[in-house]
T-cell receptor, first 109, second 123 residues
Framework: GQNIDQPTEMTATEGAIVQINCTYQ??????LFWYQQHAGEAPTFLSY??LDGLEEKGRFSSFLSRSKGYSYLLLKELQMKDSASYLC??????????WGAGTKLIIKP | GAVVSQHPSWVICKSGTSVKIECRSL??????MFWYRQFPKQSLMLMAT?????????EQGVEKDKFLINHASLTLSTLTVTSAHPEDSSFYIC???????????????????FGPGTRLLVL
């Protein structure tokens, strides 16, 4: 079956760095996505990885290792507004997105 | 970026009534639209995938006679929750995709554009 695992909840301090991990097992692979979702809102796109390595975009970076079925989202210089759920999703061979359950990130002052 | 709208954003209805939710792609033609449902503190659950002009493909466990999906044009898809019950109360989100993902355009990451969601409360 298809499976995506990520931690349920994480807590970090404002100004610090946090890494959210995601492991996956899917039928086919056409890329891995990270989305941010604030409570009561729809997801917003953060990053996309299809090749191994690190993609950096401002305070956010995303890493992929296809051989390990592993990705992480790295958030630097955390701000209170970063408190949200972070969803890992893999696009399978049918171009469908398979979603993880999301990681709720709590930022404390 | 591409914009997807949903209407209404909030709906409260009595048990047994039907509710229609609209999803529109405002500045692009969406050949494929997706309907998701999300319960509190849970992840997105794909309900169905619809392609313009054809019948929707429902995920396992989703009743197609209860959740009617119509994708009559390239910019509009509707989800009708028929004979709604309190357990149907949820956050319904649509997303739209323009064609098959293009690996060469550099816009792969923007494969799906999400609407703002519709919160349904059935009393």
């Amino acid at each position: 079956g298809q499976n995506i695992d990520q931690p349920t909840e994480m807590t970090a301090t404002e100004g610090a760095i946090v890494q959210i991990n995601c492991t996956y097992q899917t039928s086919g692979f056409n890329g891995l996505f990270w989305y941010q979702q604030h409570a009561g809102e729809a997801p917003t796109f953060l990053s996309y990885n299809v090749l191994d390595g690190l993609e950096e975009k401002g305070r956010f970076s995303s890493f992929l290792s296809r051989s390990k079925g592993y990705s992480y989202l790295l958030l630097k210089e955390l701000q209170m507004k970063d408190s949200a759920s972070y969803l890992c999703a893999v696009m399978d061979s049918n171009y469908q997105l398979i979603w993880g359950a999301g990681t709720k990130l709590i930022i404390k002052p | 970026g591409a914009v997807v709208s949903q209407h209404p954003s909030w709906v409260i209805c009595k048990s047994g009534t039907s509710v229609k939710i609209e999803c529109r792609s405002l500045d692009f033609q969406a050949t494929t639209m997706f309907w998701y449902r999300q319960f509190p503190k849970q992840s997105l659950m794909l309900m169905a995938t619809s392609n313009e002009g054809s019948k929707a493909t429902y995920e396992q466990g989703v009743e197609k006679d209860k959740f009617l999906i119509n994708h009559a044009s390239l910019t509009l898809s509707t989800l009708t929750v028929t004979s709604a019950h309190p357990e149907d109360s949820s956050f319904y989100i649509c997303s739209a995709r323009e064609g098959t993902p293009d690996f060469t355009s550099g816009r792969m990451g923007e494969t799906q554009y999400f609407g703002p969601g519709t919160r349904l409360l059935v009393l």
